[in-house]
């Protein structure tokens, strides 16, 4: 396998060729999240805000490193026949793979950009699959300029609007905190969808492709690469849905 990676603008890297069959992946997602309640790992739930749902989300716990060698060891595949899980190997197999690309992907990163890590780091626990639902938008409150009241809801082409995961999906009074994000993705099939950096003014966007893994800094102030805030939106995807797992470097504090 020849793993790849490149940078796209400075401290944000794109990966590739880690995963060998990204067809399989994209089917087996689907699967999982249209057969939620058959899954023996992953459990589905709503991902939203607030106010709106942006679409499904999967989450699988660290419990399931224990059929991990059932997965891997050829030797004990009647195991697996007898405790009647062949038809979950898939479910393993793509819980592993988003482990070791999480892993990989940041250790790298780290050795590229001479990270100084804190005292304290550990990679997020278990695998998440986050799935975009299609033609989802954000609404943008227009304000009667006079009154200052709402008039009327303009759509944003935006499915997330701007943020740094460290403050926009933890609270940063919390002990645990993100210090750098590798999203993986997992199909491109659809319209739309890109990653939308904002950098101290500077603005550019970039549609990962099926496979690929986009590292960047999550916007701690533990590691803000020359002094520079990185904020990121998300457009919206339209025709299809859009699947990625969301993985980060966390440090206590």
């Not at 069959?21 to 739930?45: A, P």
């Not at 009647?84 to 990989?104: A, D, G, M, P, T």
């Not at 780290?110 to 997020?124: A, G, W």
């Not at 082409?157 to 993986?184: A, C, P, V, W």
């Amino acid at each position: 396998m020849n793993i790849d990676s490149y940078e796209i603008y400075p401290y944000v890297r794109v990966y590739t060729n880690l995963i060998e069959d990204h067809h399989n992946f994209y089917n087996t997602l689907q699967d999982l999240i249209i057969n939620s309640d058959k899954n023996i790992s992953f459990v589905k739930s709503d991902w939203s805000n607030l106010t709106q749902k942006f679409g499904d989300y999967l989450f699988a716990n660290e419990g399931l490193t224990f059929y991990e060698p059932f997965v891997i060891d050829s030797f004990i595949q009647n195991f697996i026949i007898r405790n009647n899980i062949q038809e979950h190997i898939k479910e393993f197999q793509l819980f592993k793979k988003v482990q070791q690309i999480k892993k990989f992907t940041i250790e790298d990163y780290i050795k590229i950009y001479n990270v100084n890590l804190p005292e304290k780091t550990n990679f997020s626990h278990g695998v998440n699959i986050a799935k975009y639902d299609p033609d989802f938008v954000i609404f943008k409150p227009n304000l009667d300029p006079k009154h200052k009241k709402i008039y009327s809801m303009d759509k944003w082409n935006y499915s997330m609007l701007f943020h740094t995961d460290y403050t926009g999906s933890h609270d940063n009074k919390r002990e645990e905190q993100f210090l750098i994000t590798s999203n993986i993705y997992f199909n491109d099939d659809y319209e739309g969808g890109s990653i939308i950096f904002y950098v101290e003014g500077d603005k550019f966007s970039y549609k990962p492709k099926a496979g690929e893994t986009l590292v960047f800094p999550s916007g701690s102030p533990f590691f803000s690469p020359e002094g520079k805030k990185y904020l990121h939106s998300v457009e919206t995807n339209y025709s299809k849905e859009k699947f990625l797992s969301r993985n980060y470097l966390m440090y206590t504090v």
